[in-house]
């Protein structure tokens, strides 16, 4: 931890107390004057070469996870000015996504508290730190839990988007330039979350974490596509890969099962079998695609024979969106021989061990998986945000719910109940 230490002796001089007072600390709405500075000329062609806040200190709300399962604490931290190629942003709207609740649950991965989440998001920049090229103060962004460093052998493979300096690092909680955090509160640092940390009004990302998006598109509602929808969708449409009038069965039905649904619908898949747990998914779904529903509790044989049985012998592509090991497995063993495709979406515990029969591999099944639907970042993402914008992807759907920052642990309840599907965050109310 020494190395997170180091970072009580960086010397930031801090935003100007007079932009700081009491509304700050009171949780209502952050200073006018300086959001009026910062942002006035957003959206019209003319914008700021450089912020008033650049290499300042910002104090700012944050919700902060202090212990795993305990709800989040909203209260001043200190943001510090990006360093080499880091972008600092003003966080508009946030999401939860069940990466968040699974690291905040810390049940089956590695705790590591106090800690800022939030990976799921959309906002401004507010300053670039040093060699950052390709966006400039003002513009319209998505922080993204994995990277695009342009260099690599990956970013420059067709085939990956596994980033080699900036793939996602759940486990880390500094930024990579330096080993230290940009958070702070009272001088103690606070551990970042997948190099985004958006549960906060500013954070600092890493700029190759950073998709740069059409700036009139609406930031409440496409800040769901810097994970969960993007993932779903992406690892149908670039990796699962179904043909027109195959079938589909999503394993799953939150956002990110949806979305892999929203994929099959846009590839032209004729059946898709929807199966969870939570009958309550299935009217929900039904809007996304899915035409028939599967729930593993109303058998007593494994679903991969009942999904055989409702198929003659297998559906042609799967995609799994659950985190549950057994769903992953019942993914795999439900595709057709010869030609069946199962993709793995969800985040399992780490300790999840896969198990199957080599026979069921040998016999031509192909098992694959997927960060963030093999889409890259920054050359990627923009156009899934055009694809919103066009109206081939519908967004609205998927959001179920809103909440004021100040309601953010609402969001978690919700999840934890498994109600709805995405709850926007507002740090703008
Ligand atoms: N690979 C990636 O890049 C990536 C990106 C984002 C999210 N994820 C992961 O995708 C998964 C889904 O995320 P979400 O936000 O949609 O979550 P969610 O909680 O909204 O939905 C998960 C659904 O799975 C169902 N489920 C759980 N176990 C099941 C089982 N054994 N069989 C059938 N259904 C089961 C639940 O009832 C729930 O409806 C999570 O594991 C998340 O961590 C992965
Ligand atoms: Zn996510
Ligand atoms: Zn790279």
């Known amino acids: 931890m020494n190395h997170v230490r ?3 002796t960086v010397p930031f001089k801090t935003v100007n107390a007079k932009c700081f007072d009491t509304r700050w600390f009171s949780y209502k ?3 006018p004057a300086l959001q009026t500075r910062l942002f006035s000329n957003v959206g019209s062609s003319a914008k700021p070469a450089m912020s008033s806040t650049a290499g300042l200190v910002i104090p700012c709300k944050a919700a902060v996870a202090w212990e795993a399962g305990k709800p989040l604490v909203i209260q001043q931290v200190e943001v510090a000015p990006p360093q080499a190629m880091e972008v600092r942003i003003k966080i508009k709207y946030t999401s939860l996504c069940h990466t968040d609740l699974y690291f905040w649950e810390a049940k089956g991965q590695t705790p590591l508290f106090p800690r800022i989440f ?3 998001a959309a906002g401004i920049v507010e300053s670039l730190g040093e ?3 390709g966006l400039e103060v003002g513009d319209h962004v998505l922080p993204v839990f994995t990277g695009e460093c342009g260099e690599c052998a990956h970013c420059k493979s067709d085939e990956s988007n596994m980033c080699d300096l900036l793939r996602i690092n759940t486990e880390r909680g500094v930024m990579l330039s330096d080993g230290r955090s940009r958070f702070s509160i009272n001088g103690s640092p606070i551990n970042h979350f997948v190099g985004t940390s958006t549960f906060s009004e500013y954070t600092v990302v890493h700029s ?7 700036p009139l598109a609406p930031l409440d509602k496409v800040c769901v596509l810097s994970c969960g929808i993007s993932t779903g969708l992406g690892a149908t449409l670039n990796v699962a890969k179904p043909q027109k009038g195959s079938s589909v069965a999503i394993f799953g ?11 099959a619908r846009i590839a032209g898949a004729s059946r898709i079998i929807g199966v969870d747990f939570n009958r309550g998914r299935f009217e929900q779904a039904k809007k996304f695609g899915i035409t028939e529903f599967v729930n593993p509790k109303d058998y007593d044989r494994p679903v991969q024979e009942v999904i055989a049985e409702m198929t003659n012998g297998g559906v042609d592509r799967s995609v799994e969106c659950t985190g549950s090991i057994n769903a992953m497995i019942s993914a795999f063993e439900c595709v057709h021989d010869g030609w069946g495709v199962a993709v793995l979406v969800g985040v399992p515990s ?8 080599p026979i069921n591999l040998l016999n031509e099944r192909t098992l694959k998986g997927t960060f963030f639907g093999n889409y890259k970042p920054r050359t990627d993402l923009p ?3 055009d694809m919103y914008m066009n109206k081939k992807l519908e967004v609205d759907k998927f959001i179920t719910h809103r909440v004021p920052f100040s309601e953010i642990n609402k969001a978690f309840e919700l999840m934890v109940k498994g109600e709805g599907l995405r709850c926007i965050i507002s740090l703008e109310d």
């Open 29 to 31: 709405s952050p200073c």
């Open 383 to 385: 156009s899934v945000v």
């Open 6 to 8: 180091k970072a009580l």
């Open 208 to 214: 190759g974490c950073l998709a740069k998006i059409n």
């Open 118 to 120: 939030g990976h799921e």
């Open 350 to 357: 780490k300790e999840a061990v896969f198990v199957t029969k």
């Open 253 to 263: 039905l939150g956002a990110v099962g949806l979305a892999a649904a929203e994929g």
């Open 131 to 133: 060699g950052v090229t």
